[in-house]
């Protein structure tokens, strides 16, 4: 994985950097933020020096009340523990003590133009996003009607024929031949395209084609839940596959139980009307109807019927 | 050809999952794989079919078997049976 640095993040939040512009380069590991609002009340028991910093009008208004020996030496110790970046929110004005410690430390003191709540909110699925074990698949990863599916099978089985037949009937494309997978928290898995493959499946005997060129905006998304997983097999007469749906089979991505159709192909079957099918079934178990298991069900009143016509018949 | 009678021993009777065991076993073979209950009979690859029947424990079942394979199919069913005790 790249280290994310806080160049990374002044980009993306076009936040100005005020001092330290040496700090750029340091690297941010936790997703966490800190307020030290108790450290500058002289209390550093608990500075949690490797977080980003934030600075709200609370802390920047404390830190005005302060003496300037006690700025000057809380602040001082603030910077030693090198904190990845010190950031101040809309209404947080940064004294020239912070600045110079900024600019002596190397360490970036950034302000944003967005409200401290506004900035926290934001920052924490930012952070546990781009700092989360990310794993590639080899699989291609669509988003049908609100379902992120998932889709496997070895090299030429028809994975991108599959996404662009799904594509053309409105559905969005995230990822094709690699889909790089991520927790944004447990149990929830992110799929998205690596940055050189965003918008492009490729199409044996066509080449290289821009789903967004081709299909307009609306034909591909940024990133998705993945919901389901459907792996594209040849027909196997043999193969031991769950017949009605009942039995719910799951299979484990990362740490996260998601779950799994397989699905044989064969020259008759339409491969992606079927995975578009896989995602309805889905998505009418998500609202609480099983159609295997009302089939089940119905299927042994069935046969409690015919018992009891058996037992009426010998009694005769 | 060769045929077996099997009376089904479980009280649940041949319901989804133990049908659709027998299903994919029958598919392992060469042979043609069919079940009569009562008046009607049934593909045995064929889950949908088999399911139809309805079958109820106590009730009795003939499997007939057609074709190379004919002799080993209706062992490994009768052993399949007698798993889900139902024989």
């Known amino acids: 994985m790249m280290d994310f640095t806080v160049k990374q993040l002044v980009k993306d939040f076009s936040l100005d950097v005020v001092a330290g512009e040496e700090g750029l380069v340091k690297i941010i590991t936790e997703p966490q933020l800190s307020r030290p609002g108790i450290e500058l009340a002289g209390m550093f028991d608990f500075y949690e020096h ?6 709200g009008s609370k802390e920047a208004t404390f830190f005005k009340r302060l003496t300037e020996n006690q700025q000057v030496s809380r602040v001082d110790k603030l910077f030693r523990k090198q904190p990845p970046a010190f950031l101040f929110s809309k209404n947080a004005e940064v004294s020239d003590v912070i600045k110079n410690a900024g600019n002596e430390h190397g360490i970036c003191v950034l302000k944003s133009n967005e409200r401290t709540s506004a900035l926290a909110s934001e920052l924490w699925p930012y952070l546990t996003a781009k700092l989360a074990q990310r794993q590639s698949f080899h699989a291609t990863l669509l988003n049908i009607n609100g379902i992120g599916v998932l889709i496997r099978g070895e090299s030429g089985i028809g994975k991108s024929e599959v996404a662009l037949e799904l594509v053309r009937n409105g559905h969005q494309l995230v990822a094709d031949d690699r889909v790089d997978l991520y927790e944004r928290e447990a149990g929830t898995l992110i799929g998205e395209a690596p940055d050189v493959l ?9 080449g290289v084609v821009d789903v967004v060129k081709l299909f307009g905006a609306q034909a591909f998304k940024e990133d998705q839940t993945v919901m389901l997983v459907v792996d594209l097999v040849d027909f196997d007469k043999q193969i031991d596959e769950d017949r009605l749906g009942i039995e719910n089979r799951k299979e484990k991505l990362i740490n996260t139980w998601v779950p799994h159709a397989k ?5 008759a079957r339409s491969a992606s009307m079927l995975v578009e099918v896989a995602a309805m079934n889905l ?3 998500l609202f609480g109807t099983d159609m295997a298991k009302d089939f089940s069900e119905s299927l042994n009143k069935a046969i409690e019927s015919n018992a009891k016509k058996a037992k009426k018949n010998k009694g005769n | ?4 009678t099997f009376v089904i021993k479980n009280p649940a009777g ?3 999952r133990p049908a659709t065991k ?3 076993l029958a598919n392992h073979f060469k042979a043609d ?16 079919g088999v399911l139809s029947l309805g079958i109820h424990g106590g009730s009795t079942i003939t499997v007939r078997a057609d074709g190379d394979d004919e002799e080993e199919a209706l062992d490994a069913i009768e052993d399949l049976l007698r798993d889900f005790n139902m024989p």
């Open chain 2, 1 to 4: 050809m060769k045929e077996r």
């Open chain 2, 33 to 48: 794989v069919f079940i009569r209950y009562e008046d009607h009979q049934v593909n045995m690859k064929s889950v949908m």
């Open chain 1, 198 to 206: 965003k918008h492009y499946l490729e199409i044996r005997g066509i």
């Open chain 1, 263 to 267: 699905i044989p192909i064969t020259a």
């Open chain 2, 14 to 16: 041949m319901h989804a």
């Open chain 1, 50 to 55: 490797n977080r980003l910093q934030l600075f």
């Open chain 2, 22 to 24: 027998l299903v994919t």
């Open chain 1, 283 to 285: 998505r009418l178990k």
